[in-house]
């Protein structure tokens, strides 16, 4: 095992470029680790259905918050980032029912 210790003394040994390279290896590691674990959460969620959707445009509209209605219609719509956006909703707010 490396402890703190040990990759302090390991990269005070590599030149400033090698210290650099590192460093964004680092980064990429971590950055590509992010999104397998997002990877991971998205396909292991349920799917939002339209209808769930539907009701929750419906819910809002009634409850006057536009920009959710609209959020709802791009879902609708195919934007996937919209969608995702109101399948947090309506899970937040299936865990507060339950």
């Known amino acids: 095992m490396t402890t703190q210790t040990d990759a302090v003394s390991a990269s005070s040994s590599l030149t400033p470029h090698e210290q650099e390279q590192s460093a964004r290896y680092?980064?990429?590691i971590a950055a590509s680790r992010a999104a397998e674990?997002?990877?991971a959460a998205v396909s292991a969620a349920p799917t939002t259905t339209d209808e769930q959707i539907s009701a929750l445009s419906l819910e809002?509209?009634?409850a006057?918050?536009?920009?959710?209605?609209e959020l709802c219609a791009a879902a609708l719509d195919?934007?996937?980032?919209?969608r995702s956006r109101c399948a947090a909703v309506i899970a937040h707010a299936a865990a507060q029912v339950e």
């Open 26 to 28: 680092r980064a990429e």
């Open 37 to 39: 674990a997002r990877d």
């Open 60 to 62: 809002a509209a009634a």
């Open 64 to 69: 006057g918050d536009l920009a959710q209605v």
């Open 78 to 82: 195919g934007d996937e980032a919209a």
